[in-house]
Protein backbone atom coordinates (compact mmCIF):
# COMPACT_ATOMS: atom_id res chain seq x y z
CA UNK A 1 0.00 0.00 0.00
CA UNK A 2 1.16 3.51 -0.25
CA UNK A 3 1.77 3.63 3.92
CA UNK A 4 5.20 2.53 4.84
CA UNK A 5 5.07 0.88 8.09
CA UNK A 6 6.23 2.20 11.66
CA UNK A 7 6.71 1.21 14.70
CA UNK A 8 6.21 3.27 18.08
CA UNK A 9 9.56 4.84 19.64
CA UNK A 10 10.09 6.08 22.46
CA UNK A 11 13.35 6.29 24.81
CA UNK A 12 16.79 5.61 24.09
CA UNK A 13 17.60 2.72 24.41
CA UNK A 14 18.91 0.29 21.75
CA UNK A 15 15.47 -1.02 21.07
CA UNK A 16 14.31 2.95 20.46
CA UNK A 17 17.56 3.19 18.03
CA UNK A 18 16.62 0.16 15.99
CA UNK A 19 12.61 1.69 15.64
CA UNK A 20 14.10 5.13 14.61
CA UNK A 21 16.36 3.30 11.95
CA UNK A 22 13.37 0.84 10.76
CA UNK A 23 11.28 3.74 10.19
CA UNK A 24 14.31 5.70 8.55
CA UNK A 25 14.12 2.29 5.93
CA UNK A 26 10.33 2.45 5.90
CA UNK A 27 10.30 5.74 4.77
CA UNK A 28 13.27 5.18 2.12
CA UNK A 29 11.66 2.70 0.69
CA UNK A 30 8.43 4.61 0.27
CA UNK A 31 10.42 7.28 -1.88
CA UNK A 32 11.58 4.98 -3.62
CA UNK A 33 8.59 3.27 -4.85
CA UNK A 34 6.98 6.57 -5.44
CA UNK A 35 9.80 7.50 -7.92
CA UNK A 36 9.63 3.77 -9.84
CA UNK A 37 5.58 4.38 -10.20
CA UNK A 38 6.15 7.77 -11.24
CA UNK A 39 9.14 6.74 -13.43
CA UNK A 40 6.91 3.42 -15.05
CA UNK A 41 4.27 6.40 -15.58
CA UNK A 42 6.74 8.32 -17.47
CA UNK A 43 8.43 5.24 -19.51
CA UNK A 44 4.23 4.54 -20.58
CA UNK A 45 4.04 8.41 -21.69
CA UNK A 46 6.85 8.60 -24.04
CA UNK A 47 5.73 5.21 -25.74
CA UNK A 48 2.17 6.08 -26.01
CA UNK A 49 3.10 8.93 -28.42
CA UNK A 50 4.93 7.27 -31.22
CA UNK A 51 2.67 4.41 -31.22
CA UNK A 52 -0.38 6.27 -31.30
CA UNK A 53 0.86 8.23 -34.40
CA UNK A 54 2.10 4.62 -35.75
CA UNK A 55 -1.36 3.47 -35.29
CA UNK A 56 -2.90 6.09 -36.91
CA UNK A 57 -0.52 6.25 -40.05
CA UNK A 58 -1.42 2.15 -40.27
CA UNK A 59 -5.37 3.00 -39.65
CA UNK A 60 -5.49 5.84 -42.15
CA UNK A 61 -4.05 3.64 -44.68
CA UNK A 62 -6.09 0.27 -44.24
CA UNK A 63 -8.81 2.74 -44.33
CA UNK A 64 -7.44 3.81 -47.96
CA UNK A 65 -7.81 7.79 -46.69
CA UNK A 66 -3.71 7.96 -47.13
CA UNK A 67 -1.48 5.83 -49.67
CA UNK A 68 0.96 3.03 -48.49
CA UNK A 69 3.27 4.93 -50.30
CA UNK A 70 6.88 6.37 -49.59
CA UNK A 71 5.32 9.25 -47.54
CA UNK A 72 4.26 7.41 -45.66
CA UNK A 73 6.79 4.45 -45.22
CA UNK A 74 9.18 7.44 -44.25
CA UNK A 75 6.78 8.64 -41.29
CA UNK A 76 6.70 5.06 -39.94
CA UNK A 77 10.17 4.77 -40.26
CA UNK A 78 10.52 7.88 -38.50
CA UNK A 79 8.33 6.94 -35.46
CA UNK A 80 9.75 3.74 -34.94
CA UNK A 81 13.16 4.93 -35.22
CA UNK A 82 12.03 7.17 -32.07
CA UNK A 83 10.60 3.92 -30.26
CA UNK A 84 13.91 2.14 -31.03
CA UNK A 85 15.92 5.09 -29.46
CA UNK A 86 13.74 4.95 -26.50
CA UNK A 87 13.99 1.65 -25.67
CA UNK A 88 18.15 2.00 -26.03
CA UNK A 89 18.11 5.03 -24.19
CA UNK A 90 15.83 3.05 -21.46
CA UNK A 91 18.03 0.13 -20.95
CA UNK A 92 21.18 2.29 -20.73
CA UNK A 93 19.40 4.18 -17.65
CA UNK A 94 18.90 0.57 -16.24
CA UNK A 95 22.27 -0.99 -16.75
CA UNK A 96 23.53 2.73 -14.62
CA UNK A 97 20.97 2.31 -12.09
CA UNK A 98 22.14 -1.50 -11.93
CA UNK A 99 26.26 -0.70 -11.59
CA UNK A 100 26.24 -2.29 -14.98
CA UNK A 101 27.62 0.43 -17.58
CA UNK A 102 30.78 -1.30 -18.27
CA UNK A 103 33.37 0.92 -19.88
CA UNK A 104 35.21 -0.50 -22.51
CA UNK A 105 38.28 1.83 -21.93
CA UNK A 106 41.69 2.49 -24.58
CA UNK A 107 43.96 5.36 -25.04
CA UNK A 108 42.04 7.73 -27.51
CA UNK A 109 42.47 11.32 -28.73
CA UNK A 110 39.47 13.56 -27.19
CA UNK A 111 40.01 15.54 -30.32
CA UNK A 112 39.79 13.08 -33.04
CA UNK A 113 36.56 11.63 -30.66
CA UNK A 114 34.80 15.54 -31.13
CA UNK A 115 36.01 15.81 -34.64
CA UNK A 116 33.76 12.39 -35.57
CA UNK A 117 31.09 13.73 -33.63
CA UNK A 118 31.12 17.24 -35.51
CA UNK A 119 31.36 14.46 -39.16
CA UNK A 120 28.19 13.06 -37.68
CA UNK A 121 26.09 15.30 -36.83
CA UNK A 122 26.86 17.84 -39.92
CA UNK A 123 23.54 16.38 -42.03
CA UNK A 124 21.58 16.96 -38.77
CA UNK A 125 22.89 20.64 -38.74
CA UNK A 126 22.93 21.29 -42.18
CA UNK A 127 18.92 20.42 -42.05
CA UNK A 128 18.28 22.92 -39.16
CA UNK A 129 20.49 25.24 -40.73
CA UNK A 130 22.60 25.79 -38.26
CA UNK A 131 26.44 25.99 -38.30
CA UNK A 132 28.55 23.07 -36.62
CA UNK A 133 32.37 23.33 -36.04
CA UNK A 134 35.00 21.91 -33.84
CA UNK A 135 38.13 24.02 -32.19
CA UNK A 136 40.71 22.42 -30.57
CA UNK A 137 44.40 23.18 -29.03
CA UNK A 138 46.06 20.03 -29.90
CA UNK A 139 45.76 16.66 -29.66
CA UNK A 140 44.16 15.36 -26.43
CA UNK A 141 44.99 11.86 -25.10
CA UNK A 142 42.92 10.15 -22.65
CA UNK A 143 41.86 6.90 -21.42
CA UNK A 144 38.13 6.44 -22.43
CA UNK A 145 35.47 4.24 -23.98
CA UNK A 146 35.37 6.23 -27.02
CA UNK A 147 31.87 4.40 -27.82
CA UNK A 148 30.44 5.96 -24.65
CA UNK A 149 32.14 9.58 -25.26
CA UNK A 150 30.89 9.92 -28.37
CA UNK A 151 27.57 9.02 -27.28
CA UNK A 152 27.61 11.44 -24.18
CA UNK A 153 29.09 14.44 -26.55
CA UNK A 154 26.13 13.32 -29.58
CA UNK A 155 23.71 13.92 -27.08
CA UNK A 156 24.71 17.43 -26.22
CA UNK A 157 25.30 18.53 -29.50
CA UNK A 158 22.30 16.73 -30.82
CA UNK A 159 20.82 19.21 -28.28
CA UNK A 160 22.85 22.25 -29.60
CA UNK A 161 21.36 21.51 -32.77
CA UNK A 162 17.51 21.29 -31.85
CA UNK A 163 17.44 24.04 -29.24
CA UNK A 164 19.21 26.80 -31.74
CA UNK A 165 16.97 28.51 -34.49
CA UNK A 166 17.59 28.24 -37.98
CA UNK A 167 21.24 30.61 -38.59
CA UNK A 168 22.62 29.57 -35.23
CA UNK A 169 25.92 28.37 -34.31
CA UNK A 170 27.16 24.88 -31.95
CA UNK A 171 30.99 24.46 -31.55
CA UNK A 172 32.21 21.70 -29.94
CA UNK A 173 35.72 22.79 -27.95
CA UNK A 174 38.33 20.55 -26.89
CA UNK A 175 40.96 21.47 -24.73
CA UNK A 176 43.40 20.36 -21.58
CA UNK A 177 43.22 21.88 -18.26
CA UNK A 178 44.49 21.02 -14.89
CA UNK A 179 43.83 17.20 -14.62
CA UNK A 180 42.89 16.36 -17.65
CA UNK A 181 40.39 17.72 -20.47
CA UNK A 182 37.37 19.90 -20.84
CA UNK A 183 34.98 19.18 -24.06
CA UNK A 184 32.01 21.85 -24.44
CA UNK A 185 29.22 22.25 -26.36
CA UNK A 186 28.21 25.96 -27.07
CA UNK A 187 25.58 27.15 -28.93
CA UNK A 188 23.57 30.60 -29.38
CA UNK A 189 20.18 28.96 -29.34
CA UNK A 190 17.06 29.45 -27.39
CA UNK A 191 18.89 29.26 -23.77
CA UNK A 192 17.55 27.93 -20.12
CA UNK A 193 15.72 29.76 -18.30
CA UNK A 194 17.25 29.55 -14.37
CA UNK A 195 14.45 28.07 -12.42
CA UNK A 196 14.50 24.72 -15.01
CA UNK A 197 18.43 24.69 -15.05
CA UNK A 198 18.96 22.76 -12.06
CA UNK A 199 16.86 19.70 -13.13
CA UNK A 200 17.82 19.56 -16.78
CA UNK A 201 19.91 16.37 -15.97
CA UNK A 202 16.55 14.75 -14.18
CA UNK A 203 15.53 11.39 -15.54
CA UNK A 204 12.36 12.72 -18.26
CA UNK A 205 12.63 16.77 -17.19
CA UNK A 206 11.70 19.47 -20.01
CA UNK A 207 12.22 22.67 -19.77
CA UNK A 208 9.59 23.90 -22.36
CA UNK A 209 6.70 21.13 -23.12
CA UNK A 210 5.02 22.60 -25.82
CA UNK A 211 8.47 23.28 -27.58
CA UNK A 212 9.99 19.87 -27.17
CA UNK A 213 7.07 18.14 -28.03
CA UNK A 214 7.55 19.34 -32.09
CA UNK A 215 11.77 18.52 -31.45
CA UNK A 216 11.16 14.85 -30.82
CA UNK A 217 12.96 14.67 -27.58
CA UNK A 218 12.28 12.28 -24.40
CA UNK A 219 13.94 14.44 -21.88
CA UNK A 220 16.40 11.28 -21.19
CA UNK A 221 19.36 12.33 -22.75
CA UNK A 222 21.20 14.48 -20.52
CA UNK A 223 20.76 11.96 -17.58
CA UNK A 224 22.46 9.05 -19.48
CA UNK A 225 25.36 11.23 -21.15
CA UNK A 226 25.84 12.46 -17.07
CA UNK A 227 25.74 8.69 -15.87
CA UNK A 228 28.13 8.41 -18.95
CA UNK A 229 30.75 10.83 -17.89
CA UNK A 230 30.18 10.13 -14.20
CA UNK A 231 31.58 6.69 -14.85
CA UNK A 232 34.29 8.22 -16.47
CA UNK A 233 34.95 9.96 -12.77
CA UNK A 234 34.05 13.24 -14.90
CA UNK A 235 31.86 15.81 -14.10
CA UNK A 236 28.85 18.01 -16.23
CA UNK A 237 28.11 21.41 -15.73
CA UNK A 238 26.01 23.74 -17.58
CA UNK A 239 26.00 27.54 -18.09
CA UNK A 240 22.98 28.96 -19.76
CA UNK A 241 21.09 32.27 -20.77
CA UNK A 242 17.46 31.96 -22.10
CA UNK A 243 17.46 33.65 -25.12
CA UNK A 244 20.98 33.91 -25.83
CA UNK A 245 22.54 30.07 -25.76
CA UNK A 246 23.91 27.74 -23.44
CA UNK A 247 27.30 26.00 -23.16
CA UNK A 248 27.41 21.87 -21.75
CA UNK A 249 31.13 20.98 -20.19
CA UNK A 250 32.13 17.71 -19.69
CA UNK A 251 35.39 17.81 -17.70
CA UNK A 252 37.09 14.01 -18.00
CA UNK A 253 40.48 13.16 -16.00
CA UNK A 254 43.05 12.59 -18.38
CA UNK A 255 44.50 9.87 -15.47
CA UNK A 256 40.71 8.10 -14.63
CA UNK A 257 40.52 4.77 -13.17
CA UNK A 258 38.40 3.02 -15.13
CA UNK A 259 36.06 -0.09 -14.06
CA UNK A 260 35.32 -2.70 -17.02
P1 LIG B 1 15.25 16.10 -24.57
O1 LIG B 1 15.15 14.77 -25.21
O2 LIG B 1 13.91 16.67 -24.16
O3 LIG B 1 16.11 17.07 -25.31
P2 LIG B 1 17.39 16.07 -22.62
O4 LIG B 1 17.57 15.28 -21.38
O5 LIG B 1 18.43 15.92 -23.67
O6 LIG B 1 15.95 15.76 -23.17
O7 LIG B 1 17.28 17.60 -22.21
C1 LIG B 1 16.40 17.98 -21.16
C2 LIG B 1 15.86 19.39 -21.39
O8 LIG B 1 16.91 20.35 -21.26
C3 LIG B 1 15.31 19.61 -22.79
O9 LIG B 1 13.97 19.21 -22.90
C4 LIG B 1 15.46 21.11 -22.96
O10 LIG B 1 14.37 21.78 -22.35
C5 LIG B 1 16.71 21.42 -22.17
N1 LIG B 1 17.92 21.52 -23.02
C6 LIG B 1 18.88 20.58 -23.20
N2 LIG B 1 19.87 21.03 -24.00
C7 LIG B 1 19.53 22.29 -24.35
C8 LIG B 1 20.15 23.31 -25.15
N3 LIG B 1 21.33 23.11 -25.76
N4 LIG B 1 19.51 24.51 -25.27
C9 LIG B 1 18.33 24.72 -24.64
N5 LIG B 1 17.70 23.81 -23.87
C10 LIG B 1 18.29 22.60 -23.72
Known sequence: GDHAARVPVSGKDEVARLGHAFNDMAEAIQRHDFQ?????????????????NIKGYLVAS????VPLDGALVTSLLEETG????????????????AGMLRL????RDLTELAGQVVLAHQPAAEAASVTLTSTASGPSPAIVDSARIRQAVGNLVSNAIR????G???VVGVRPVDNGFTVSVTDNGTGIAPEHLPHVFDRFYRADVSRTRTTGGSGLGLAITKHLVEAHQGRITVTSRLGSGSTFTIWLPSTATLSG
Not at 38 to 47: I, K, P, R, Y
Open 36 to 52: RKAMVSDVAHELRTPLA
Open 104 to 107: HPAS
Open 163 to 166: YTPP
Open 62 to 65: EDGV
Open 168 to 170: GHV
Open 82 to 97: LLEHLVADLQDLALAD
